[in-house]
């Protein structure tokens, strides 16, 4: 016979805690069960009995009663009244029996120590910050509720792992005209930001163990991600013109990949040279090797039109491209794209498909629709107004307000500049206080991996108004007040800035 333990069964229902009653019974004949109270096979209190001592109503008790029938936790017997079920094991919130904590097994290759690059939030300085005005906020609503009232079918379903067809077209085209990028639509695939385009390449491309070309500095993220498929990343220093090929070459000649910026080195800025462009190629294609060029922020040029790409010379079909809507729209958007050579699509795809299956269809159509029907180019045009002058804002604000600490250019391009400090002065222990009085200044000697490390903050200006900049400007400059730089050895094949810094 079932133990009928209900005179043991206390129950703890306040009327006015805000919780529904239903909720409040459900829950504590829960924790009774799971915690042992009412063990397997104990009988439950009538509903009726149960509602008259807790003084609530009876169809409470009873919709308590079947949610928990629902869920497994009791059985109904016919004529014979509610049980806890059988099929659960005994004691099931007991606390554990106190042992020591053993090790943790060693991490995996993807299991990585990733920076965290990117810091949510609006704070002056940060990077990877877009802004939109009137104009772009009125046709993205546009387009948005046009593609609600006259939905795709497509949209409810499953969408092409490539991304679709018209996206991958208005992407073509645009990269055609823009970047001088040689594709067809075939070769574009869609992915959730560059990120993930990285991340796909490397998965198909490196083995653990393969030899990884990778600027030095770098940009970390990138790192990361190599380290993750076992790469053995190769540091290949970056002068004036960019990566230097050569020593690349001396260190690893038979490397698998070469991870590239060349439009605008990151966090440098420099632009990889012609004759360096031609070296690598020269490289690869004698090797077999792959080049990533990682086209991150091309489109905002100051002083004429962007620069052409490294894949749009390339002959022999070696470069992966790789660009991003993050940066020219909104990172929260998650869309970016890769060009691809035609032996790395089929494979590609199919790394898509076991990760992340496709892009967001949704999306794909407002964006289809923003480029094609030439907004998107317009926005480009006002970001570009609007970035410059957030640019010369805080260039001049740096020097007035730290030019005894900082060196300060306008770049030509891009979405952020590069402070060098002064000699003495350590771009960690002055990102440290920066953040302290609410600025992020990111330093730039972490980068490093072998080189020589510049001692430098990387500053973002787009998404920041002139006024917030210029505050922040003086910010920065409180917040090293009481500090004092001490001698350091500043050589390194950067220590003089760039004849035109990016």
């Known amino acids: 016979m079932a133990a009928d333990l209900s005179h043991l069964l206390m129950l703890a229902i306040e009327r006015s805690n805000g919780t529904p009653l239903l909720r409040q019974v459900y829950l504590e004949l829960r924790r009774a069960i799971l915690g042992g109270t009412l063990p397997p096979g104990a009988r439950l209190p009538a509903t009726r009995v149960l509602a008259q ?20 936790f009791i059985e109904g017997r016919v004529g014979a009244g509610s049980y806890v079920s059988r099929d659960l094991p005994e004691g099931l919130e007991r606390p554990a029996a106190a042992r020591t904590p053993g090790k943790l097994p060693p991490p995996g290759p993807s299991a990585v120590n990733i920076p965290h690059m990117v810091q949510p939030g609006a704070q002056p300085f940060n990077t990877g910050r877009t802004s939109w005005d009137d104009a772009t906020a009125r046709i993205w609503r546009q387009l948005t509720l046009r593609r609600l009232q ?25 990269l055609g005209a823009a970047r001088a990028v040689r594709c067809t639509p075939d070769q574009v695939i869609v992915t959730s930001g560059a ?63 070469a991870y590239v910026t060349p439009s605008s080195q990151y966090p440098m800025g420099v632009v990889l040279s012609m004759a360096r462009r031609m070296e690598l190629l020269a490289w690869a294609r004698r ?5 990533v060029e990682d086209d991150y922020d091309s489109e905002f040029r100051y002083a004429g039109r962007p620069l052409a790409s490294l894949q749009g010379v390339d002959e022999a079909g070696r470069v992966i491209y790789i ?24 494979p590609v795809q199919s790394a898509r498909l076991l990760s992340d299956w496709h892009p967001p269809v949704f999306q ?14 317009q926005h480009l045009r006002r970001m570009r107004q609007r970035y410059r002058l957030s640019r010369d804002a805080v260039v001049e604000a740096l020097r007035e307000s730290c030019g005894h600490f900082l060196d300060v250019e306008a770049p030509d391009q891009g979405l952020k500049l590069l402070a ?75 220590a003089e800035p760039a004849a035109s810094q990016r």
């Open 323 to 346: 660009g991003t809507f993050s940066k020219v729209l909104f990172p929260g958007l998650r869309l970016g794209y890769a060009v691809l050579p035609a032996e790395l699509l089929a």
């Open 53 to 72: 001592r807790l003084g609530i109503a009876r169809n409470t008790v009873v919709a308590a009663y079947e949610q928990l029938l629902a869920e497994g």
């Open 195 to 257: 990120q993930q385009a990285i991340d796909l390449v490397r998965k198909v491309v490196v083995a653990p163990g393969d030899p990884v070309w990778v600027e030095d500095p770098c940009y970390p993220a990138l790192r990361a991600a190599m380290a993750a498929a076992g790469a053995r990343i190769v540091p290949v220093p970056v002068d004036a013109q960019g990566l230097i090929v050569s020593e690349g070459i001396a260190a690893s000649p038979t490397a698998r990949l």
């Open 364 to 377: 794909e159509g407002v964006v289809t629709d923003f480029l094609a029907e030439g907004h998107f180019a």
């Open 150 to 174: 006259s939905p795709d079918p497509d949209m409810l379903g499953y969408g092409d792992p490539r991304g679709s067809l018209a996206l991958r077209e208005a992407i073509a085209n645009y």
């Open 287 to 291: 090797t077999g090797a792959w080049i």
């Open 420 to 494: 060098r400090l002064r000699p003495g002065w350590q771009d960690t222990e002055v990102a440290a206080a920066a953040e302290r009085a609410g600025v992020i200044a990111r330093a730039v000697s972490p980068m490093f991996m072998e080189e020589r490390p510049i001692q430098a903050l990387m500053l973002g200006f787009s998404g920041h108004e002139p006024g917030t900049l210029k505050h922040a400007s003086r910010l920065l400059a409180r917040s090293v007040e009481g500090m004092h730089p001490f001698h350091v050895d500043v050589s390194s094949r950067l």
